[in-house]
């Protein structure tokens, strides 16, 4: 399997539901970042995943949360959704954390 | 504080015109790496090019170019003879191996290429 897949590409919910976005990480692929891209801005970094566990964290708040499994595929998951959550949610996928990263196209999140 | 500025936020060119994205970083850190990224209307962030904080050797591949100045924390992207294909946002960001990864990235440039 080749590329980074995301699913959805688009989904709209409520204020205050909970969502959850999936992320395909390129094959042997251990590590796992999570963006947000508002529009007309640049991705913000999340938070990223190491071999199933968490290894470093952006300014986002604890309804922010992630997951990854053995097989590097991943979770980003966010309750209690606000309006200013809608954004582009990228995933990007590392063989490693010393080397550069393969982007996802993404999930258009609105928030209604 | 970690920070990258790109002060362009829209520039049109007519094809075959070259053109320079600007990028300022700021950082305290001696250990950081460099990158740009293109972002067509899809959606996914392609990546171009990484230079580490200790290489200040400009790059060429093929259009594309590259002008890494640590005197003015400057990563400047050029590209030659610019085409409609070229037409993206292009992010610039600023990264850390030893601390989670974290990227950060600049607002980008929105480049139209006019044919």
């Known amino acids: 399997e080749t590329g980074v897949t995301q699913s959805p590409t688009h989904l709209i919910k409520t204020r205050g539901q909970q969502v959850t976005l999936r992320c395909s990480s390129q094959?042997?692929?251990?590590?796992v970042s999570w963006y947000q891209q508002a529009l007309g801005q640049g991705p913000q970094f999340i938070f990223q995943?190491?071999?199933?566990?968490?290894?470093g964290r952006g300014n986002f708040p604890p309804r922010f949360s992630g997951l990854q499994f053995p097989n590097y595929s991943s979770e980003l998951n966010v309750n209690a959704l606000e309006l200013d959550d809608s954004a582009l949610y990228l995933c990007?996928?590392?063989?490693?954390?010393?080397?550069?990263?393969?982007f996802g196209s993404g999930t258009r999140l609105t928030v209604v | 504080a970690q920070k990258v500025t790109q002060a362009q936020t829209e520039i049109s060119v007519v094809e075959k015109e070259d053109v320079t994205l600007d990028c300022v970083y700021e950082?305290?850190?001696?250990?950081?790496?460099l990158f740009w990224y293109k972002q067509p209307p899809s959606g996914e962030l392609v990546f171009l090019i990484r230079?580490?904080?200790?290489?200040?050797q400009n790059e060429i591949s093929g259009r594309y170019s590259w002008n890494f100045q640590k005197s003015t924390s400057s990563f400047n992207f050029t590209i030659t003879a610019s085409q409609v294909v070229d037409s993206a946002v292009y992010f610039c960001?600023?990264?850390?191996?030893?601390?989670?990864?974290?990227?950060?990235f600049g607002t980008g440039t929105s480049l139209t290429v006019i044919p």
């Open positions: 990007a996928s590392s063989l490693d954390r010393s080397e550069g990263y393969t």
């Open positions: 094959s042997g692929h251990n590590t």
């Open positions: 995943y190491y071999r199933e566990e968490e290894n």
């Open positions: 950082t305290r850190d001696t250990t950081y790496y």
């Open positions: 230079r580490n904080s200790f290489d200040e």
């Open positions: 960001a600023l990264g850390f191996l030893d601390t989670g990864n974290q990227f950060y």
